[in-house]
């Protein structure tokens, strides 16, 4: 839910901490495994990695051509409770964008949206800081994500909690003064702004609202019963309960709030099955039974990768609409996450086999974002015969428990601190040399000290909201130890310089 330089920065801090564990550990590469495409096979991969990354449910769906062929859940949906359906409900996250492409092609073909019309044809209000730029903006490059509009601003929208009537249209009015972070269609950047335009257009354009359209055009043609637009409405049918990742562990979050103004980006519920028939009408050129939500031309068109996906240096394929293309071995895969701070999901498209899957879970992190990517594409390579990539991120839930040493060490260090001084009141003449006292004593412990103390930073700019929902444990290490570490490495330094201020004798 796809993310990014602010997550790989947290990393650091706990790869710090955790840099012993990691070098003697072997490399967490998936195990090779057959081209057997067995339900057992994947089920068992699941389980696995359930275990290993401590998600407490699942549900999966597995469909090949028109059918659903497998159906299966894992673990519990809620704490002590049952184990998922395939009906039960889960936050599918960015799965919605996909939904939201579908709702505009749709429109597209109607004849009312053309792709390159400008966004201001439908909305004429709509700007950006600069004119120019929001003039040449258009209904692709929203769509494939090449706007202009940063990753950051899209991860900081998710924090504007705001659900009251009109929501959606304040936070885009709000846009008028924010400077692009690239040239309108110069690159791929993941902004969850862009989805949220696309769903005002698709309610301006149609004339009904965003939820009564997908209601009506998406989820009834292809019997999504189980399907829901409100979170209330959700949780009097079995909404499966949100986890949070606290230091690698999974923390109940039974309260959590939708934020009603980024629902065309990323907050729509489904369940396995509704989900299921989502993907057979996208594995049949649109049609689920006897409806036709799509022309197959239409299909192909959302699921053409237009523009390469580079993030923190690694090719991840290319982006289309509200899908994203990889070719793994001899397959094309195209698959989409989702994550919003409590739960998860991974669709897949082995367009040529026609099958699909859909893995959705409940339980979440930011740290542990790319770590479900691969995960999902496992069971998709799985899916598709394919011999599983390697994996690159496995040690991201040590990472996270890492975290959670920092309060300890910086408790320790500031004992064996005092004692240091201790021992150099009482023996002068054990106090080290000038060279070796900045050198060892005060440069080196510094490090470690303005390591953490940097977390603060992220946490006193306009990305706060979104790491206190997405990563609570480091949101609360920035905020306790990160503060801490600043006053100690002043007050370290003001000690002991004080302490040793007269000469040895």
Known sequence: MNIKKLLFGSLVVGGVLSVTRLLF??????????????????????EGQMSRLKIPGV???????????????????????????????????????????LAVMQLVEDGKVELDAPVQRYLPWFRVADPDASARMTVRHLL???????????????????????????????LSTLKLSHPVGSKFAYNNTNYNLLGMIVEVVSGESYSDYIQQHVFNPLEMKHSYISKALAQQNGLAMGYRYWFGFPIPAPNFPQPIGSLPSGQLISCAEDIAHYLIAQL?????????ILSSDGIDEMH????????????????????????????????HSGIVPDFGAFAALVPEQKRGLILLYNANH?????TYDEFGMG??????GEIPSKTFFGSAPWLMRSMALIPILQVTG?????????HWRSNPESRPSCGRLWGCHILLPLIPNLLVALTLVPMLGKMRGWILLFMPDFSWIARICGGFAAIWAVLRTMLILSTTRNPRH
Request: hydrophobic letters at 40%; charged letters at 20%; aromatic letters at 6%.
């Open 304 to 335: 053409r990768g237009t523009v390469e996906i580079i993030e923190m240096g690694f090719a991840l394929g290319s982006y289309a609409m509200g899908w994203e293309s990889r070719v793994t071995g001899k397959s094309n895969i195209v698959s």
């Open 284 to 292: 049949n050129g649109g049609r689920y039974c006897d409806e036709q």
């Open 25 to 46: 550990a072997k490399p967490a590469f998936t195990k090779p495994a057959s081209n057997s495409t067995s339900h057992a096979a994947i089920d068992a991969y699941i």
């Open 59 to 101: 549900s999966l769906a597995i469909v090949e051509s028109d059918r659903i062929v497998h159906l299966h859940g894992f673990g519990c949906a809620r704490p002590g409770g049952e184990t998922p359906t395939s009906q039960t409900p889960f936050f599918i996250g960015s799965l919605t964008k996909s939904i939201t492409a």
């Open 414 to 422: 500031v004992i064996a601190t005092m004692r240091r001084m201790r």
């Open 144 to 174: 494939n994500h090449t706007s202009g509009l940063s990753v950051l601003q899209g991860q900081e929208i998710l924090s504007d909690l705001d659900d009251g009537p009109g929501a959606a249209e304040r936070q885009l009015r709000a």
């Open 379 to 384: 069971a998709a390579e799985r899916l598709a």
């Open 366 to 370: 930011a740290m542990i974002k790319l």
